[in-house]
């Protein structure tokens, strides 16, 4: 049965009709699984942020105009790029198909997981580029 709101219950059906869990323990460990990708889709998005932010000139330096660039030297950087977008892609789609089967502890998990992403591999990253630690014209 398709579910068209919220329900709490270990029975659920996750991505395609074999995986599904009838008892406690396969629904601990599709819990876990869940957590575990949605960290590892803010890693890869971290990577990817770190790939992208490693090919921008440094501050102060003027971008190299792009028809005098090297052709070979970013096109490395360019796949990797477009690969680390694609897999960050999929497993997002699969994150949100995994929360539109509309259990509450799918939802929940996918959120865990993708918070404690965020912390572990983004959070500190982020806070320094926003300029945080920058002065304030608070009165």
């Known amino acids: 049965m398709m579910h068209m709101t919220f329900y709490w219950s270990r029975q ?7 995986w599904r869990t009838h008892s406690w323990p ?3 460990l599709t819990l876990l699984a869940c957590v575990l990708a949605s960290a590892f889709y803010q890693y ?3 990577v990817r942020y770190r790939v992208r932010r490693g ?3 440094t501050e ?3 971008e190299e ?3 005098l660039r090297s052709k070979g030297a970013g096109m490395v950087g360019k796949i990797a790029g477009g690969v680390l977008f694609g897999l960050s892609s999929a497993l997002g789609y699969l994150l ?3 929360v539109m089967s509309f259990n509450g502890g799918v939802f929940l998990a996918v959120i865990l997981g993708l918070t404690v992403g965020y912390l572990v591999f983004r959070g500190e990253d982020h806070d320094r580029t926003a300029g945080l630690n920058s002065t304030c014209a608070c009165a």
């Open 12 to 18: 659920v059906t996750l991505l395609f009709t074999s």
């Open 26 to 28: 396969s629904y601990a």
């Open 55 to 57: 090919r921008k000139p």
């Open 65 to 67: 105009p792009f028809l």
């Open 44 to 46: 890869l998005e971290y």
């Open 96 to 98: 949100m198909l995994a």
């Open 60 to 62: 102060g330096m003027a």
